[in-house]
């Protein structure tokens, strides 16, 4: 447990240090990956297959490998 | 280009179209020529086999005549009867000249049967004597009567009539022949038509030798070896090559028969053939029709041209006036029901949607502003 958590705050840091819009490329992470970013909270319970799209989606929106 | 966006598909939908259309006129014209210029060859073939038959009924008819002047005329009446055959010429001789330049070519008397051969021939005075056999000749001496017809004979194939000359007690003392070369008809027929024509022999009904014969008389060239199984005995071209025919002429059927449309460089032709029958009904030649549809053809791909044209332009400025619709009337509002739906997603939940209109996609915006406002009171 905490796996996509630990995702989402690392995608929060990118963003952050980005200086891109931060609500649209969460959006478009939550667009590609089917889950609200912001939804995410640490009791939330770990899916293999949730993690691996969510790692996709910040792939293909922010270029980064989590 | 996104090949799954709505935009993607219906632009190739309409250039599906766009194809379709065009290829739609293609075929369309394609049938089309193919139909006319079937219909051509025909009224081509239908016209010839007329103009013939009115051109043979006229010679005939002018034969008639002219055998009518004789068989009243008591000194050549006479003089056949009494079988003077110098005063009979010098008689007739003075005549032939007139009717030579009016076509007629052939004029002979014939002595009665049984032996029915050659008295006088006006076309050839000093041979005589020797005995036609033909089939006309045997129907003269059986019915007594007026004998019309088309004959193949040694002189040529030519339009004939023969009929018994009576002396002043009613006795037959012999028969006038008159003929006329089938020939000449074609370049009759070309001078109303404009068509080409060819006049075919089939080589069953003509002899080798006095073919090479009367080729050299008239300085032609030999053409025995040119077709299988007929001669060109006369054309209005100056070549042969446009007179292709691989059947055999006594299977034509009567009503005559539509060939193949054929291009020669920049000219298009239709060509059809029709059988010539001699007296006795047999099929000895044929008639080759050639008509040049090469004025029709290009009208036909100026209009197939002209309607492409006119399909593509339509058709772009559709497609056009249909993307446009669609783009400010769905895409554009789309992208910015998904740009605002995007940025609510990621969290900035004040974004709103405006309303643009009360159409399908106005509603939407109104339902999604209201899911929206639902989701922040949920928050």
Known sequence: MGQLYDLRVKIEEKIKHSGLDAAEVRGKIGLRSGRLIAFISPTTPDDPAAVAKLKQAAKDVLNISL | MKWNSIRTKVLVALAACLLVGVCGILTLMHYSFERNSQVMAAESVTGAQKLFAIL?????????????????????????????????????????????????????????????????????????????????????????AIVVGNELARAGFAVRILRPFYDSHGAVTGYVEFGEELGQFIHAMKSQTG???????????????????????????????????????????????????????AAVPSQGKVLERFRDGSFVFVRGIFP???????????????RDISGFYLAMRHTQTVLVLLTVGALGLGTFLVLSLLNRLVFRRLERI?????????????SEIQVTSNDEVGRFEQLFEQFRLVFVELR
């Open chain 2, 56 to 144: 043979e009924a006229r010679e005939i008819s002018k034969m008639t005549a002219v055998s009518e002047l004789l068989i009243v005329n008591p000194p050549i009446r006479d003089a056949f009867a009494a079988k003077d055959r110098s005063r009979l010429l010098e008689l007739t001789a003075p005549l032939y000249p007139k009717l030579k330049s009016e076509g007629i070519t052939n004029w002979m008397f014939h002595t009665p049967e049984p032996d029915m051969t050659v008295f006088l021939r006006l076309h050839n005075p000093p041979k005589f004597g020797d005995r036609l056999n033909r089939f006309m000749d045997k129907e003269a001496a059986r019915t007594h």
């Open chain 2, 195 to 249: 068509d080409e024509y060819g006049l075919l022999l089939s080589k069953k009904f003509v002899d080798r030798q006095f073919w090479a014969d009367s080729n050299a008389v008239w300085k032609r060239r030999d053409n025995w070896n040119d077709n299988p199984s007929f001669v060109v005995a006369d054309k209005t071209t100056a070549t042969d090559s446009i007179i292709q025919f691989q059947g055999d002429l």
């Open chain 2, 276 to 290: 010539i029958r001699d007296a006795a009904g047999n099929i000895v030649g044929a008639m080759f029709v050639v």
């Open chain 2, 338 to 350: 998904i740009v605002v739906a995007t940025r609510v997603v990621g969290g900035d939940y004040e």
